[in-house]
């Protein structure tokens, strides 16, 4: 019964802005994070790596760095474009904007995060950690 009533509270929210025909204070929210060694990446990929392949003065004596970043596709914040999961669809870079932006609802759960233990576990369901 409780999960009813938080969904159609959930689904009055939604709804109350587009019936007042206006948003109720609507505002970006980022959701990304940063790739680094810390990132979660899909169980048995490799992690991400930054190589650096050049650090010094070029022979102009201009300063240059350059690296090269690698990572799985799965790996923290990312989109799986259609054609991830259906050939001929789109790839990320053809989803027009507009399909990617829309009215949403912020739930701030971060105090109850440190209670939840996650427990990751392989295609095959062994834990990996």
């Not at 932006?101 to 990996?128: C, R």
């Amino acid at each position: 019964m409780r999960t009813i009533v938080v969904r159609l509270a959930l689904c009055a929210f939604a709804l109350v802005p587009r019936l007042l025909g206006r948003p109720l204070g609507s505002s970006w929210i980022e959701l990304t994070y940063p790739f680094n060694n810390e990132t979660i990446y899909w169980p048995g990929d490799p992690t991400f790596k930054l190589t650096t392949t050049f650090d010094n003065y070029t022979s102009d004596g201009y300063y240059l760095f350059m690296s090269v970043i690698s990572a799985p596709e799965h790996g923290g914040t990312h989109l799986d474009a259609p054609r991830h999961y259906a050939k001929g669809k789109w790839s990320t870079d053809e989803i027009p904007l507009d399909r990617l932006i829309g009215p949403a609802i912020k739930i701030d759960i971060s105090s109850k995060a440190a209670e939840v233990k996650f427990i990751l576990q392989s295609i095959n369901g062994q834990n990996t950690k």
